[in-house]
């Protein structure tokens, strides 16, 4: 017979079954509106908030939490729908460039505009007001525990 959780482990359980179910969910409005995978979403969103709407392969890859190798996979599905374009990165022949074009962009505004107002729809309603500060500071702990960030960084400031 299974053991009973305790309370953090139903806590565990219940973020990682109900954050599955709700992108998931959320996930199929997107592929359905938007023609977009949420790693492809992630990526274009990815580029959408870096300086000059660009970023090398690899530290797009990182910024995913994606293998270099899997993340070559999506570039090249982004860059064959037209959203992305791949250049040659300076002195190291091994380094390509992604850039966003402009039907990236303008998918990318879209798809997030109807993202945004699902999440405030479907998850803004399950958090209390008074319940915010403290899942706010466990979602950045969080995040720094496992060395990712939680927000995009602003004006292009790298990790």
Do not use: C, N
Request: avoid cysteine; glycine fraction near 10%; proline fraction near 4%.
């Amino acid at each position: 017979m299974a053991e009973r959780l305790t309370e953090r482990q139903q806590i565990w359980r219940g973020l990682l079954q109900g954050q599955r179910a709700m992108l998931l969910r959320l996930g199929g409005e997107l592929k359905r509106d938007f023609g977009l995978t949420i790693p492809q979403y992630e990526a274009l969103l990815a580029l959408y908030q870096s300086t000059g709407r660009a970023l090398p392969a690899t530290r797009l890859a990182r910024e995913l939490l994606y293998s270099s190798g899997s993340g070559s996979h999506l570039i090249a599905r982004l860059s064959q729908r037209g959203y992305v374009h791949r250049s040659p990165g300076g002195e190291d022949a091994r380094t390509q460039i992604v850039t966003l074009s402009e039907a990236g962009e303008d998918l990318i505004v879209r798809a997030t505009e109807a993202h945004v107002a699902a999440l405030r729809v479907e998850f803004d309603p399950l958090i209390a007001d008074a319940d915010v500060g403290v899942l706010l500071g466990f979602a950045h702990r969080l995040a720094e525990h496992e060395g990712v960030r939680p927000v995009p960084p602003v004006d292009g400031a790298q990790k």
